[in-house]
């Protein structure tokens, strides 16, 4: 089976000298205009949403959990952000982004979000039992918070760390290279977050910065991936109220998820939340393991080198 992700073979990448050196060029090129996009587009959701609502504009106030401006002006930046890299694609690649075929954004998008929330549940069903965390009832306070939050996170980073990051690398240096590199990055920007250490920035890389690329080469497109993305975080923050990456922003559920005092850490994930939990490492590890041998027996890893076509 040939490979479906589809690198770029023209123009910006054509084949040719130094065609690795203009692949890093195009990602950190990519990488800018998406963020960039993406940061204007949402401040101009915030305002459209402040004025549907009679409210003083006031994006700090307006991306409060619980509120639908929140979901409004993600979703919104998150398809300028979508738009300008299908845009630059067009034109520095000249070709048609298959990665975003509207065909399959609806299937693979579903099938991905039951997914995340399945590989959630497992992990925290895991915890519970085990007796390294608490999952109790509370009263459910609001859902566009973590809706909004959990567009962003899914649709945005996996633009920026599948679509950009690993496909730009693999186009320079080749697939495994590329896989390594940007689990690595995925995981080393979460040390920034609250709560983190270093073993939570190595779960992140290794369950999801993993996991989640293999979405991708198995699928050639981005859709499951993020539904996959925002699934997980979604099902792991509002529904089971545990920390998303270190943050709280995601609560307001009908569960409340909390590690046992005494428990390691490690065993819990602490106040980072369960993806830095031996049972999210394991749900997520041994999920991307078996899609990484999946797409080995496919055959659609090979190929891609700066020398390749």
Known sequence: MARLVALGNAKVLKPGKLRWLRAIGWLIAMGVAVTLVFTIVTALGFGIAAGLLGQPFDPAALREPGGMAAAFGYSLGVVGALLIYALMVHLGEQRKPSELSP??????????????????????????????ATVTPQPVRGIWGAVGLSVESGGLEELLFRLVLFRLLWRAAGVWPALALSALVFGLVHLTNENSS?????????????????????????????????GWNFTQGWIFGAAVSGTGGFAGGPLSTQPVPGVPEWLSGGAFGPEASLAGLIVGCGF??????????????????????
């Open 288 to 309: 991307g393991a078996w899609l990484l041998w999946l797409a080995m027996k496919r055959g659609v890893l090979g190929g891609g080198g700066s020398d390749l076509g």
């Open 103 to 132: 065909r399959w954004l609806v299937p693979d998008l579903l099938g991905g979000l039951a997914i995340g929330a399945g590989m959630m549940a497992i992990a925290v069903t895991i915890m519970s039992v085990a007796g390294w």
């Open 198 to 230: 270093l073993f939570a920035a190595l779960c992140i890389a290794v369950e999801a910065g993993v996991m989640l690329a293999t979405f991708y080469i198995l699928t050639g497109r981005a859709w499951m991936s993020i539904g996959v993305h925002a």
